[in-house]
């Protein structure tokens, strides 16, 4: 897809761009803005859920007199345990985070994320 850039009417183009990072929801204070003019865009940083889990483990055991059935030292495992790990869901989301403009120099968020306010001239 081709990127297009239209001539802005009256000299216009962007004015400013603040960019900034909420640790909460609630309102962060920016240098004020045209609200008519401006537009805010809002980036979730946080998550909720599970991942499922793959692979193996391996538990050095040396240490450790005996593992169950397997003493230290005894053939080719000397006293390591490996086994294999697996199993939950995977129903890992990004949470879904909005951000507006409240007043000329307040942005108000509805939890932790980066935001950028552009506005133009």
Known sequence: MALSVFPAAGGGGIK?????????????????????????????????????????ATINASNIPSIGYQNRGEGNNAGNLTFGVSGGTNNLV???????????????VSGACRYEVVEFA
């Open 94 to 108: 990004t949470a879904i985070v909005q951000g507006f403009l409240a007043s000329s120099t307040q942005l108000t």
């Open 16 to 56: 400013s761009v603040q960019r900034g990072l909420a640790t909460t929801a609630g309102t962060v204070t920016i240098t004020a803005v045209d609200i008519t003019k401006s537009f805010v865009t809002v980036f979730g940083t946080t998550s909720r859920g599970a991942a499922a889990i793959s692979g193996t």
